[in-house]
């Protein structure tokens, strides 16, 4: 069903900047789709609350997203062994077969009677977490890795705000809140089957992409648990740091509708997608550098700077914000940039460098998924916390302080990260292949 040999072979003589628009358009468009699967449940409101025993009033929006999460997460953690060991024959069908399933689940948030169908987001976000890992496995380990990893993560930056949009649409026109998320799914479904076909027809890398970014290979347990304990420090800070920055993406996320309406722009639903395509541009510009720097430990350590960048951005943005300076717009999309600069790295270009730089054969969904696991994780803690910690404190109250202290931990995290690194990773020899 997945894969064309002859689509491959043309590929794989291709010209690199027709193998980087194909790969671009399939890595893209697959995530794309995926997040119809995914997000469009978070344009509700979905109004109530539910009683947990021993736990308090929650409501059924935090009950619903911390659900999925659950399901999410769980599947990060699952993720670090599937995806470190999955042979790259089996990478389409497994994201056909993942997103089926999440879509099953959407059917039964709709027949289900609330509270009890937040267990099927549960069931929606378990296999969903193993979307990304295998659609960065068809494109890491290459000399063009920097771009291909930025044309996907943009995919998810702009997905998230135009699934909701459609979902606001589709209530609009009267569907029920509950049945919005799987009928928009239903309009994504055909387009994603043939974007996983294209996908599938990647070839892999070529010698040259070994030579030059280190051989990608499967990692068993053994090879895991020895390379994380070998650069232990700078893993640990990477991973703590990344709990914090994922709790902060997920409720910018999720809580995007509340946090806007919350700043004047309840009536404009539209600013959803448009916002964020500003944030897409100004990450694909930045990350863009990345590709002039051959040598593996100095492009290291430029990621470093660009993620402390953008925490410092969140930090600083906010407080122009808070004085005046700064239009609520400006500063939604300029927290956004912020967020964003620090996140997508770790999903395409930190840790494909990351493993060059050191010289170590294996793979980058390895470390994407351990930092992803603890991530939501994080996330998952966040929304408890403010549902049962501070119920009184508006969305946007909250939102306020938690950029500040995301900032001022991320960047001093970072900076810690990069000292290791850069103290572990090895100078590019001037015989060696350049990316």
């Known amino acids: 069903m997945f894969g064309n040999r002859a ?3 043309w590929l794989s003589r291709a010209h690199p900047v027709v193998f980087s628009a194909y790969a671009i358009c399939a890595a893209f468009s697959t995530y794309f789709c995926m997040y119809a699967f995914r997000k469009p449940f978070a344009a509700g409101t979905f109004d109530g609350e539910v009683d947990l025993p021993g736990v308090g009033p929650i409501g059924y929006k935090t009950l619903f997203i911390i659900s999925q999460v659950l399901g999410y997460c769980i599947s990060k953690f699952m993720g670090i062994k599937v995806i470190s060991e999955l042979t790259p024959s089996r990478r389409a069908m497994g994201i056909v077969a993942a997103i089926s399933l999440a879509w099953l689940g959407l059917f039964l948030f709709a027949v289900l009677p609330a509270p009890f169908n937040a ?9 969903l977490g193993m979307i990304w890992g295998l659609v960065f496995g068809f494109l890491e380990g290459r000399r063009l890795s920097e771009v291909l990893g930025a044309g996907l993560s943009v995919s998810y930056i702009v997905a998230s705000g135009y699934v909701k ?7 609009g026109q009267g569907v029920d809140e509950y049945w919005m998320p799987f009928a928009t799914g239903a309009i994504f479904a055909i387009p994603m089957l043939f974007f996983v076909w294209m996908l599938s027809n990647l070839p892999p890398p070529s010698e040259e992409d070994e030579a030059a970014r280190s051989k990608r290979a499967p990692m068993d347990a053994e090879a895991r648990r020895a390379f994380f304990l070998q650069y232990l420090p700078g893993l640990l800070s990477l991973t703590s740091l990344y709990i914090l920055l994922t709790a902060y993406r997920d409720f910018r996320d999720n809580f995007a509708v509340e946090i806007w309406a919350a700043i004047g722009y309840d009536d ?13 541009l100004g990450v694909l510009i930045t990350l863009a550098v990345l590709m002039a ?3 593996n430990r100095k492009a290291l350590i430029a990621v470093h700077v660009i993620m402390m960048m953008g925490t410092l951005l969140v930090g600083g943005s906010t407080l122009l914000w808070q004085m005046g300076v700064l239009d609520p717009a400006w500063w939604m999309i300029l927290v956004g940039l912020g967020l964003y600069m620090a996140y997508v790295p770790y999903g395409c270009v930190l840790f494909d460098r990351l ?9 980058a969904g390895f470390l994407i998924y351990v930092t992803d696991a603890f991530g939501y994780a994080g996330s998952v803690g966040l929304l408890l916390y403010k549902d049962l910690g501070q119920p009184d404190l508006s969305w946007l109250e909250f939102f306020t302080g938690f950029s500040y202290l995301t900032s001022a931990v991320c960047s001093t995290l970072f ?8 103290r572990q990773a090895r100078p590019t020899s001037p015989d060696a292949p350049q990316a």
């Open 119 to 127: 267990l099927a987001l549960f069931v929606n976000g378990l296999p």
């Open 165 to 171: 949009a459609v979902g606001r649409w589709l209530v």
């Open 7 to 9: 689509i491959g072979a």
């Open 268 to 280: 404009q639903p539209e600013i959803l997608a448009t916002s964020e395509n500003w944030v897409a």
């Open 355 to 363: 493993f060059a730089a050191v010289g170590a054969v294996g793979t």
């Open 415 to 422: 900076a810690i990260s990069a000292v290791y690194f850069f």
């Open 293 to 295: 720097i051959k040598d």
